[in-house]
């Protein structure tokens, strides 16, 4: 129910920026929570910062600091202000959305994005 178009990635010097972007198919008002996860070759996708409908936002402890996620509603969009990049942060980064219906959050649904790669090098 939810389409997720994501851009922004691409090849960064350590030490530079990046934004990526992701734009939801419909309000992301509506939307109980955006995030973005990255997975790097051979290891477990792992999420790296997410906001709610509230505005509270969680960072993974590793780019706490260096990233900042934010939303702008009239645009359908979420993203993700990447400074400081280090090599480690070289991933395929995915935009998410949860969707958790009124009547259970187990029945709650996420949807993914294509990917977007971050690759941080010199």
């Known amino acids: 129910q939810v389409q997720l178009g994501e851009s922004g990635g691409g090849l960064v010097q350590p030490g530079g920026s990046l934004r990526l972007s992701c734009t939801a198919s419909r309000s992301i008002v509506s939307i109980n929570a955006m995030g973005w996860y990255r997975q790097a070759p051979g290891k477990q996708r792992e999420l790296v910062a997410a906001?709610?409908?509230?505005?509270?936002?969680t960072y993974a402890e590793s780019v706490k600091d260096r990233f900042t996620i934010s939303r702008d509603n009239a645009k359908n969009t979420v993203y993700l202000q990447m400074n400081s990049l280090k090599p480690e942060d070289t991933a395929v980064y995915y935009c998410?959305?949860?969707?958790?219906?009124?009547?259970?959050?187990?029945?709650?649904?996420?949807?993914w994005g294509q990917g977007t790669q971050v690759t941080v090098s010199s």
């Open positions: 906001i709610t409908q509230g505005g509270t936002t």
């Open positions: 998410n959305a949860k969707l958790i219906p009124a009547y259970g959050v187990a029945y709650e649904r996420s949807y």
